[in-house]
């Protein structure tokens, strides 16, 4: 069974490895996206993400085109925001019932992981090999080794 990818970026580390991703494996992308997107000023977003999440705010997304019967296998892939995935992310996770399908992570920080997998596993009861991923600045500071090996068990 063909995988979906559904990803949320804002600055595009994430982008950045799902394209990656795409490329090596047979798979639908789908992008979240807000209704009303961020502003452009990462300090502006940064203080607006921690007010999100300390809140709990299920920040309103586009509707994501996904008909989640042709899947099996979901490649959930978030930033990491205030120690845990974007608000965005958490409002797919509300509204998309991911309950009975394999979910592999694909999460993206600058080192402070926090209980973002533990978060995902609340709405995800069949997670799998996460890809934990962690970038200083636009650097990938983790081995890219660290992501083929994950290619090579999406189909395992
Ligand atoms: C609002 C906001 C909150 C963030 N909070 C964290 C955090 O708690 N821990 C962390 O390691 N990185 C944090 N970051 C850094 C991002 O997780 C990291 O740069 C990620 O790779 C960005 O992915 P993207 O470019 O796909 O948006 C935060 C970034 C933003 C914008």
Redo the contacts with the bound molecule.
Sequence with gaps: MKKAIV???????????VDMIKEKIDADVFEIKPKEP?STD?DT??????E??NNNVLREIEEVNINLDNYDTVIL????????F?PVVHTFLEKYDLKDKTVMPI????????H?VEDIKKYCPNVRNELI???D??NLETSSSVIDKFIEEIDN
């Excluded at 595009?12 to 490895?17: F, M, P, S």
């Excluded at 977003?45 to 921690?50: A, F, N, R, T, Y």
């Excluded at 999460?107 to 926090?114: A, D, M, V």
């Design positions: 990803y949320y970026s804002y600055s595009g580390h994430t982008k950045r490895i961020y990462y977003v940064v203080d607006l993400g921690q999100e999440v892939a978030t930033p990491v925001w205030w120690y845990t974007a999460i993206t920080n600058g080192g402070w992981l926090g973002t991923l962690k970038f600045g636009n």
